[in-house]
């Protein structure tokens, strides 16, 4: 029972260059939502998704693409990194889109861009 | 738009002490949720609780307990005779429809 699972744990990359975060869940779950947390910030949401080819921004898109062809990835891309990206990302997934819904978060992505 | 201020930043407390985590929020919606999540020195999001607006019940659970007022707009989170395995960062979140506003999180440091 893999749950929600992200990709890499750990990247290091330099400013320019594109990178792509992945994440995946097994519980075939609808909503998909990536965050970034920084300190002084706490999580604040980039991009989320209600279903496969469904995506929408959330606080802090500016940067950032995501797409959703299969239900269970989300892929979150930066296509020129900069050194304010420089944050832990979070996958997150839930089972609808009720407000109440308890939110399953992946283990997160430490990014450090040079 | 929705708001949660968690307003300390960091609270340092003596093992077996009891610590009290305050959550203040904003929204205009009538129904919601508040959550609370611990992010333990390991990095993990860990779910604690989720209170709807409609239940105003305190909620204990073992050392914990949660206090939701909503005349005072406010989720505060209590930890009784606090252990180091307590020392965490907790965040409150608020989630009006699908997606929730964290606050900036208190950083809960529990000493032996």
């Known amino acids: 029972d893999a749950g929600i699972t992200q990709s890499p744990r750990y990247k290091i990359t330099e400013t320019g260059r594109q990178v792509t975060l992945m994440c995946h869940q097994t519980?075939?779950?609808?909503?998909m939502f990536w965050y970034r947390q920084d300190l002084g910030h706490g999580l604040r949401l980039i991009y989320y998704?209600?279903?496969?080819?469904?995506?929408d921004k959330g606080e802090v898109p500016d940067g950032y693409v995501v797409s959703r062809s299969k239900t269970e990835n989300f892929p979150l891309t930066l296509e020129s990194a900069t050194r304010s990206q420089t944050s832990v990302y979070f996958c997150?997934?839930?089972?609808?889109?009720?407000?109440?819904?308890?939110?399953?978060f992946g283990p997160g992505t430490r990014l450090t861009v040079l | 738009a929705q708001k949660v201020t968690q307003a300390q930043t960091e609270i340092s407390v003596v093992e077996k002490e009891d610590v009290t985590l305050d959550c203040v929020y904003e929204?205009?919606?009538?129904?919601?949720?508040l959550f609370w999540y611990k992010q333990p020195p390991s990095g993990e999001l860990v779910f604690l609780i989720r209170?709807?607006?409609?239940?105003?019940q305190n909620e204990i659970s073992g050392r914990y307990s949660w206090n939701f007022q909503k005349s005072t707009s406010s989720f505060n989170f209590t930890i009784t005779a606090s252990q180091v395995v307590d020392s965490a960062v907790y965040f409150c979140?608020?989630?009006?429809?699908?997606?929730?506003?964290f606050g900036k999180g208190t950083m809960l440091l529990v000493s032996p």
């Open positions: 997150a997934s839930s089972e609808s889109e009720q407000a109440g819904n308890e939110q399953f």
């Open positions: 519980w075939s779950h609808s909503y």
């Open positions: 998704s209600a279903a496969a080819d469904i995506t």
């Open positions: 929204t205009r919606d009538t129904t919601y949720y």
């Open positions: 209170r709807n607006s409609f239940d105003e």
């Open positions: 979140a608020l989630s009006v429809y699908s997606t929730l506003t």
